[in-house]
Structure formats: C-alpha cells, structure tokens
C-alpha cells in the first residue's frame, strides 16, 4: 500500500458525459500527479500540481482539467468523453514535487466510456 | 527528443535465476531514473531509483546500473521469485523545469515455478 487513495476504482459512462476522478496524496506529499495508461499508449504523464498550484503539464487534453485544493486532495475533471478515453487513470504523490522525488502511485481508476 | 523505451517486451526466467531487464533512453539531459513493477489491477510500485551521478546502485535482490555513455539501464533481479512477475517500466525525469516522468513501454517478466 503506497498511501495514496483513489476513488472511484471502476468507473462506466458514456460517450459525451462528463466524470470527477479523485485523488488522495500520501500523508505530507504536496505534490500530486495524474498518469493516463492505456494499451496503446503506455503511462503518459498528465499533469502536476504543487501545494494547490500547477506546476507541469504533459500530454493533457483541452477537454480534461484538474485541481489541487487546500487539504492537498486532488480531482481530474474528463469532460465529453470519448471512447478513446477509456484508459487506467493513476494518481502519483511526492513530498516535494522535486525532480528526484520518488513517486508514490495509488492504485487507480479504471474508466470505461461506452 | 524526450523517450524511454524497452529491449525486451516480454522475459520468461525460472524461479531462481537471476533476471535482466533493459531500458535505452534517449534524452541526455536526463538526470534521475526510476525502475516500476507493475502488477495486474494494481499501480506501479517504485523499485529503485539511480540518479546520474552513479553507474550502479543496489537495493534488497535488484541492482540497478546506469551507463551514461550509450543511455542504458537496466535492472537485475537476483534469484526471482514467482511474485517478481510483473510488468516492469524505466522511467526518466529530465530535471530542470520539468518535472514529469517519461515512463517506458513495459516489460513482462513471467517466472516460472
């Protein structure tokens, strides 16, 4: 168990609608993660927040975005989602956001769009 | 440009030989390196992690190795058990600015009893 909690841990919906994935770092890590892995794609880094401000961005589409509140939890907002979106969704946490931080992954989200 | 990817897809070893796994990367501005296991329905678990300075660092049965000069890892398992199979990743981090990981396509390593 790597402290960091995700839920929900399956999620089914439908193409167009719109899901809130959660995220919930390990006890005193500011910095949180979100990954995308997919069969085709592999692990793709999405985006990074540092103690509630953004800090990276990779291969994010305009059509999901994220934020890090106060108590450091994090959501990934996916919206119109297509079938392509499908995919394990993971949540990382490090306690400084530096780049020799050891990530911690949780166990993730597996979203299936129909 | 930034990329890590994988020799080897897939590796069969028998329970108790020691397994190899390897990792190329490309981007030389790379600093800190991260080896991941991943099993089925869970999410990557950290290994060992080397940073650029080092050419080999050993953890409980793993031993990393770094070599800079032609952007290989590659990571060492002794005497693997049938709880090693899994799906093993590299990863980078290029430092400065950035602070994403670049992870590697995977390698599975089955071990048979």
């Known amino acids: 168990d790597s402290g960091v909690t995700q839920t929900p841990k399956h999620l089914i919906t439908a193409t167009g609608q719109r899901v809130t994935l959660r995220c919930s770092p390990r006890?005193?890590?500011?910095?949180v993660y979100w990954y995308q892995q997919s069969l085709d794609q592999g692990l793709q880094f999405l985006i990074q927040y540092y103690n509630g401000e953004e800090r990276a961005k990779g291969n994010i589409l305009e059509r999901f975005s994220a934020q890090q509140f106060p108590d450091l939890h994090s959501e990934l907002n996916l919206s119109s989602l297509e079938l392509g979106d499908s995919a394990l969704y993971f949540c990382?946490?490090?306690?400084?956001?530096?780049?020799?931080?050891?990530?911690?992954f949780g166990p993730g989200t597996r979203l299936t769009v129909l | 440009g930034e990329s890590v990817g994988l020799h080897l897809p897939t590796l069969s070893v028998q329970e108790g030989d020691n397994s190899i796994i390897n990792c190329a990367y490309s981007?030389?501005?790379?600093?800190?390196f991260i080896w991941y296991k991943q099993e089925s329905g869970k999410g990557p678990q950290f290994i060992i992690d080397i940073r650029s300075n080092m050419d080999k660092r050993q953890g409980q049965r793993v031993t990393v190795l770094l070599n800079k000069t032609v952007k290989h890892l590659s990571l060492q398992i002794a005497a693997t058990q049938p709880g090693d199979s899994a799906v093993y990743f590299c990863?980078?981090?290029?430092?400065?600015?950035?602070?994403?990981?670049?992870f590697g396509k995977g390698t599975l390593l089955t071990v048979n009893p």
């Open positions: 006890s005193g890590d500011l910095s």
């Open positions: 990863a980078e981090n290029s430092g400065g600015s950035n602070y994403k990981l670049t």
């Open positions: 981007n030389s501005a790379s600093d800190y």
């Open positions: 990382a946490s490090s306690p400084w956001g530096a780049e020799t931080d050891t990530q911690y």
